[in-house]
């Protein structure tokens, strides 16, 4: 199993959405952010004493995970429908899952999610 993290603009959420519903209903988990990549962000001030400021730029983290062997054809299907080729698509991060329970009926890895 892994565990599938999309760091993405808010406006391509819908997007994402639909490439990982076509895939599975597995679930994800949303978490927004703030972050910057490439382009560095845009800069905010917080306080009167901070004169450089934050370069922060809303980001939107969804997680889910997926079974070892649909990872490719997800993350081929999620790069071919929200890349633009520019600054600021997003990442994607794919990492090892040791083992899901699915709490209310004790199912185990593949079978829980």
Do not use: W
Request: proline share 2%.
């Amino acid at each position: 199993m892994k565990e599938l993290e999309f760091i993405i603009n808010g406006e391509k959420l819908e997007a994402l959405k639909n490439v990982l519903d076509q895939f599975s209903n597995r679930g994800i988990t949303l978490t927004s952010a703030m972050g910057y990549g490439h382009q560095h962000g845009l800069r905010q001030v917080y306080t009167r004493d901070d004169r450089q400021g934050v370069a922060l730029l809303p980001k939107i983290s969804v997680r889910t995970v997926v079974p070892d062997d649909e990872v490719d054809s997800l993350v081929d299907a999620v790069v071919n429908r929200l890349g633009t080729s520019s600054f600021g698509d997003g990442k994607i991060f794919v990492r090892n899952i040791e083992q899901a329970i699915r709490i209310r009926t004790n199912e185990r890895d593949d079978d829980a999610l």
